[in-house]
């Protein structure tokens, strides 16, 4: 749990100093590495920055959604290694039907 905790701040802490360099341009980097470690991480920073008036809402849907789909590819991986061949394929089946309505859901905004 410790090791979790300290892969989360340590994220948190690049993703700052990346997007305080780069700007906005580095949030689709900044949430892919963050979905690695945790998918609901890069939410309250983008919160943060929605607040602050640095970013609008609908400019953080797809961080948010890049973040998602990375920590899905994450949990599938992890379930192959734990779970074998056949929980790793329900798993994962069941991760890229949830993804990909989650993606349709955000093509059809406009």
């Known amino acids: 749990m410790l090791t979790l905790a300290a892969l989360v701040s340590f994220t948190a802490l690049l993703g700052a100093v990346i997007f305080a360099k780069l700007g906005s341009q580095s949030l689709p980097i900044i949430a892919a590495v963050s979905g690695l470690a945790d998918a609901h991480a890069v939410i309250p920073s983008l919160g943060a920055l929605i607040t602050q008036h640095k970013l609008t809402a609908n400019q953080a849907l797809l961080p948010i959604l890049i973040s998602f789909t990375v920590n899905a590819g994450s949990k599938s991986l992890i379930a192959f290694q ?15 039907v949830m993804t990909a309505g989650v993606w349709l859901g955000f093509s059809l905004l406009d």
């Open 82 to 96: 734990v779970g074998g061949a056949k929980f790793g394929m329900q798993m994962l089946t069941s991760l890229c």
